[in-house]
């Protein structure tokens, strides 16, 4: 038997394989999850909008979790200035404002898991 860790999907499993004893059959594989899988991600909704969305457009540059809001709605922004940090392997990824303006609206929670060119917020 060979024991495999494998990760499908962000889902780590246990895979013990035996080989087969000449027999002729297929080897068998019995897979374990080690974590219970996440659930789908909810329908992005916004969450802390005030009032209509603006026109400058804050999205994440990859796939996350949504760490921390470092500006909220009203908030006055430079360009560079950090928006969202996202958390991805360990590491805080700051998704920066790409020019100058206001913040008109956040469209994510802290906790919220996001995919690659997911809305995190919008300026004006």
């Known amino acids: 038997m060979k024991n495999y860790t494998i990760t499908v ?30 659930a789908a991600p909810k329908a992005a909704a916004p969450k802390a909008s005030a009032g209509a969305a603006g026109s400058i457009k804050i999205e994440a540059g990859a796939a996350g979790k ?13 360009k560079g200035d950090a928006v969202v940090i996202l958390e991805a392997m360990k590491m805080e990824i700051p998704v920066v404002a790409p020019e100058d303006g206001t913040v ?18 919008t300026l004006n």
Request: net charge negative.
């Open 9 to 38: 999907n962000g889902n780590v499993y246990d895979v013990v394989v035996e080989e087969g004893a000449g027999s002729g059959a297929a080897p068998a594989a019995v897979a374990a999850p080690k974590a219970a899988p996440k």
């Open 66 to 78: 949504v760490f921390k809001l470092e500006k909220s709605v009203g908030q006055a922004v430079k």
């Open 104 to 121: 008109a609206s956040v469209d994510v929670a802290v906790g919220d898991s996001v995919e690659a060119g997911a809305l995190l917020a």
